[in-house]
């Protein structure tokens, strides 16, 4: 079985996060673009690093509250490769002390959401050339967190994305393929194979930077 396809997209730097106060969280206009993100999703760990954690991320407004995210969870977690699998949660990262961009997420999306912020798991690839200046890349799927921030003076709430793994806000180097509650709501494959009792998977993305106008 082979599954290919290519994407052209175009990407720009997003804005500066909103930064309206905690008060908004509370009005009818935040609470029906919030939606189901603003709902606890699975079971929601309890105990004193979780304490630890949200007293940590816990800022003036929400838009401060995502930004300590991004640096607290990289700062209390080692990012390491096999340390858990996708199947793993919270719990598993909270007693292991390490995981990957998926655990870091899922478990922004828990802090975030207790404290009434929206949040959504989006699944996506970054560009991250080797070599400075390059224009292509081999990547892997990645994951960041969306977090509904509420404007200052009123108005429309606006999603904004940030990257604990990589301690800071989304860019227009992270290219977002979907959002969901969280992951099983978007993997970047999902169906069912049926084929020999062994087999071997191998996924390659390739990502190459156009400029604006060309072909």
Known sequence: LSI???????NEQPPEPAGGPWEALHTDEYKEAAGEFVLPAGEQPTGPVMDELTEAIHGDTPAQTLSALTETIPTRFEYKKGATYVGSTVADLLEGGAGVCQDFV?????LLRAQGIAARY?????????EKGGDSAEVDTHAWVEALLPAAGGGEPSWTGADPTNRGLAGEQHVKIGHG???SDVPPIKGVFRGAAQAELDAAVQMTRIENGAS
């Open 4 to 10: 290919e396809a290519r994407a052209r997209v175009t």
């Open 122 to 130: 989006v699944s996506g690839y970054l560009f991250a050339a080797k």
């Open 106 to 110: 899922h478990l922004g999306l828990k």
């Open 181 to 183: 509650r969280f992951y």
